[in-house]
C-alpha cells in the first residue's frame, strides 16, 4: 500500500464549480498534510498544510483532514480556469515530505 | 524575497555522462531539499540537506549524491547516467514544514 494515495484524474467541470479533491494516507501516525498547486513545466507551488484534523480555508480553498478515516480534501470554492493545474497532497513521513501523484483538474469556461 | 532558483533548466546527457545540478534557496533557509519527478513515479524525494549535513535520504542508489554550501546552496550529482534518469529534477528550500520549490531542471539522457 502507498503511503498517500490519490485519484490521478484527469477532472474536468465547468467555470464557477465546487471542487473536491481527495487523497487518503496509511500512517495514522502522519501529522502535517500539505497541498500543492503545480501548472505545467513549473515547480510545485505550496497552497496551504494543516496540522492534524479539522479544517483550515484561505480565500476559495479550503483544506479538511479527517484523521478517523485517514482521508484529507481540498476543496475549491467558485472554480477558475486559471485553477487548471495538477494538485498534489503531501504528508511528513519522519521528516520526509512524501507525495501523492497528483490529480489533474481542468476547468473550462 | 526571491524565490528558490535552480540552474541550468533544461539539460540533455548521453547515458554513461554525469551531471551536476544546482539550486540556491530562499535566502534565510538552510534546509534544502530534492525531489526527483516522472509520469510514471510522480515526485520521489532523494535527499535533504540542513546546514552542510545530509539530514535524510530517500530510496535512490548511490549514483545520486549532494552536497551543501556554507552559504546552503546546494548541489545534486548524478553518476554514470541512465535512460531512467531522464526527469524533472526538483529543489526545495524549508525553514520548518512549509517546503517551496524551485522550478526544476529538466534532464533528458538519450
Known amino acids: 500500500q502507498k503511503e498517500v494515495e490519490q485519484d490521478p484524474g484527469p477532472l474536468s467541470v465547468p467555470e464557477g464549480a465546487i471542487v473536491s479533491l481527495n487523497c487518503t494516507y496509511s500512517?495514522?501516525?502522519?501529522?502535517?498534510f500539505m497541498w500543492y498547486r503545480q501548472y505545467s513545466r513549473k515547480g510545485p507551488e505550496l497552497l496551504m498544510y494543516?496540522?492534524?484534523?479539522g479544517n483550515k480555508e484561505d480565500g476559495r480553498f479550503t483544506a479538511q483532514v479527517d484523521k478517523s478515516s485517514k482521508y484529507i480534501s481540498l476543496f475549491i470554492r467558485d472554480s477558475q480556469p486559471s485553477d487548471s493545474a495538477t494538485y498534489l497532497c503531501?504528508?511528513?513521513?519522519?521528516?520526509?515530505?512524501?507525495f501523492g501523484t497528483g490529480t489533474r483538474l481542468q476547468v473550462f469556461p | 524575497k526571491a524565490g528558490v532558483t535552480q540552474t541550468p533548466r533544461y539539460l540533455i546527457k548521453t547515458r554513461g555522462q554525469q551531471v551536476t545540478l544546482s539550486c540556491s534557496p530562499i535566502?534565510?533557509?538552510?534546509?534544502v531539499s530534492w525531489y526527483q519527478q516522472t509520469p510514471g513515479q510522480g515526485l520521489q524525494f532523494l535527499f535533504e540537506?540542513?546546514?552542510?549535513?545530509?539530514?535524510n535520504k530517500g530510496n535512490f542508489p548511490g549514483r545520486f549524491s549532494g552536497r551543501q554550501f556554507s552559504n546552503s546552496r546546494s548541489e545534486m550529482n548524478v553518476s554514470t547516467l541512465e535512460l531512467g534518469d531522464s526527469a524533472l529534477y526538483l529543489c526545495?528550500?524549508?525553514?520548518?514544514?512549509?517546503?517551496?520549490f524551485g522550478p526544476g531542471t529538466r534532464l533528458t539522457v538519450t
Open positions: 503531501a504528508t511528513y513521513n519522519t521528516d520526509k515530505l512524501i
Open positions: 500512517n495514522s501516525a502522519f501529522q502535517y
Open positions: 494543516t496540522y492534524s484534523s
Open positions: 535566502s534565510g533557509h538552510r534546509s
Open positions: 540537506y540542513f546546514s552542510e549535513t545530509q539530514r
Open positions: 526545495a528550500s524549508s525553514e520548518g514544514y512549509e517546503q517551496y
